[in-house]
């Protein structure tokens, strides 16, 4: 058998890849020896005697495993942290999260006719004031305020 490194080079031009991911098909090895100009490899292309080989790429399992444990909590620990708090999570976004949850159960709350229009206006202005820490403790400021 001769040497068909000249067709694999050409092949791979062809291809549009490197040497390597070059396929020729043994039972052709006849005819791919043949081939001396690109035309004739594109014909072997074609008759599937000469393929290109996929891309190797890296697997993402091992990352979606990381990320699946990240997301009940796990491998977040502070040997794993890089970062101040307010790096991690911006301050600004930390509010916007808790004022948008406080405002939707005050929303709930009116709805379902537990408050009435003038202590959700109340503590709609308290909470953009930034007088509640949490839901709970929002709630547990309107039970005191019923209570009085």
Request: proline share 1%; hydrophobic share 30%.
């Amino acid at each position: 058998m001769s040497q068909i490194s000249g067709q694999r080079r050409l092949a791979a031009d062809v291809l549009g890849c490197g040497v390597n991911r070059v396929w020729f098909n043994p039972e052709k090895l006849t005819e791919i020896q043949q081939a001396i100009s690109r035309e004739d490899i594109r014909n072997l292309i074609q008759d599937g005697a000469v393929a290109a080989h996929q891309k190797r790429g890296n697997s993402r399992g091992r990352a979606r495993v990381k990320m699946a444990k990240r997301s009940y909590g796990h491998c977040k620990g502070p040997g794993r942290r890089k970062g101040a708090a307010g790096s991690r999570t911006n301050s600004k976004d930390r509010w916007i999260q808790r004022i948008r949850a406080q405002r939707r159960v005050l929303r709930e709350l009116r709805e379902s006719k537990e408050i009435d229009r003038s202590v959700y206006r109340k503590f709609y202005r308290r909470a953009a004031g930034g007088q509640f820490r949490t839901i709970s403790h929002m709630k547990a400021q309107i039970e005191i305020g019923r209570e009085q």
